[in-house]
């Protein structure tokens, strides 16, 4: 028997829980489930119009904390079971906890860093009460429930991301065009791989172009850098683009110089469009980017290591056919949106 589902999340906005959301909400709309969206955010944060153009429902709580909370109670009654996808969200209730404790309620924890919020850790601590299942998108983000909550890390289980497999449009040339698709902060590194690039022989260097997608506190120091690069080596800046098609073929290869992940999302939709991923070694990253086989891992900070990564694909760019195929083959086997949909789905019914 199916059930009325109902996800909360603190906005729509551009980011690896809101696309999970996305990617959900609309696989659950297409197998005929009751699903509704429950919104913190605004009502023209970008994936509210993807979502509702797939039919499904959004309801963005609006007014003072009175008024929200008349109208979440309002929804509450309706639905079955309640997803939960944000800590902020986990804090925003705590006034209304004892009209969860009747519902089935599911936490997903999609990342391994919180921002600074007061009443963080007490409204987790009162969750305990009404969540009756809790699970993270990565074995690292289920490992950092301790600190971060005070929870015990075997109360919560993992269930993986999920992503549409795409299709890959853009055939290869002898010039090699480097992809980013990040919130652009400081974590994640980004001028690194100017440095790498410019660490490249010259002659190498004409044959690169670096295409940015999002937006961020830090865009603006990175423009900044990105004029530093010779003439030769072109940077592009996209801000957020929505529609994936229009992101993944752009590029020939992702890369990451994070100093820290869990597992991001754009990582896994590179890959399910074919493209292989140059990452640093970090969080659940290395249990998809499979050295020398779906791409490519280095260390930390390690500009020499990644200059000699593109080094080796500028010379040989075949492999990044190569490495693409096997990259899209271990999306499809592992992360396809609906094999995530019967995974939450037993939890849904579980109760």
Same mark, same amino acid.
Do not use: C, R
């Given at each position: 028997m199916k059930k009325k589902i109902l996800h909360l999340v603190s906005s729509l906005e551009v980011g690896g829980a809101e696309k999970f959301v996305k990617n959900l909400s609309i696989e659950q709309q297409q197998q005929d489930d009751w699903v509704k969206v429950i919104s913190f955010g605004r009502k023209h944060d970008p994936f509210q119009a993807v979502i509702e153009k797939n039919a499904v429902e959004v309801v963005n709580l609006t007014g003072n904390f009175f008024a929200r909370s008349k109208q979440l109670i309002r929804q509450l009654k309706q639905a079955d079971v309640i997803h939960i996808h944000s800590p902020s969200v986990i804090r925003a209730i705590l006034p209304l906890f004892p009209f969860f404790i009747m519902k089935q309620v599911?936490?997903?924890? /999609?990342? $391994? @860093?919180?921002?600074?919020? =007061?009443?963080?850790?007490i409204s987790h601590q009162v969750a305990r009460l009404y969540l009756n299942n809790t699970v993270a998108v990565s074995p690292s983000a289920k490992n950092s429930v301790s600190q971060r909550y005070g929870w015990k890390s075997h109360q919560v289980g993992v269930i993986k991301n999920g992503i549409s497999v795409g299709n890959k449009a853009k055939?290869?040339?002898k010039k090699v065009t480097l992809g980013v698709v990040s919130r652009i902060i400081p974590l994640k590194n980004i001028p690194m791989l100017f440095d790498a690039v410019l660490m490249?022989?010259? $002659?190498?260097? /004409? !044959? @690169?172009?670096? +295409?940015?997608? &999002?937006? &961020?506190s830090e865009l603006d120091n990175v423009k900044v850098k990105a004029k530093q690069l010779s003439q030769q080596i072109p940077v592009s800046f996209h801000g957020n683009v929505i529609d994936e098609n229009d992101i993944y073929n752009a590029f020939d290869v992702l890369v990451m110089c994070s100093d820290t992940e869990g597992l991001p999302m754009s990582i896994?939709?590179?890959?399910? *469009? &074919?493209?292989?991923? #140059? =990452?640093? !070694?970090? &969080?659940?990253i290395p249990q998809v980017v499979l050295a020398q086989k779906t791409g490519w891992l280095y260390p930390v900070r390690a500009t020499a290591a990644l200059a000699a990564i593109l080094?080796?694909? #500028? !010379? %040989? !760019?075949s492999i990044? %056919?190569?490495?693409g195929s096997q990259a +899209?083959?271990? @999306?499809? $086997? /592992? *992360?396809? #949106? =609906?094999m995530v949909y019967r995974d939450y789905n037993k939890l849904y019914l579980s109760k």
């Open positions: 599911i936490y997903t924890i /999609h990342g $391994e @860093v919180d921002p600074p919020q =007061s009443l963080l850790a055939q290869l040339t490249l022989p010259t $002659e190498l260097q /004409h !044959n @690169v172009d670096i +295409q940015i997608f &999002g937006d &961020g896994l939709e590179a890959m399910g *469009y &074919g493209i292989p991923v #140059i =990452s640093t !070694n970090v &969080g659940a080094q080796e694909i #500028i !010379n %040989d !760019n990044i %056919d190569e490495f +899209q083959a271990l @999306v499809k $086997e /592992h *992360y396809d #949106i =609906s």
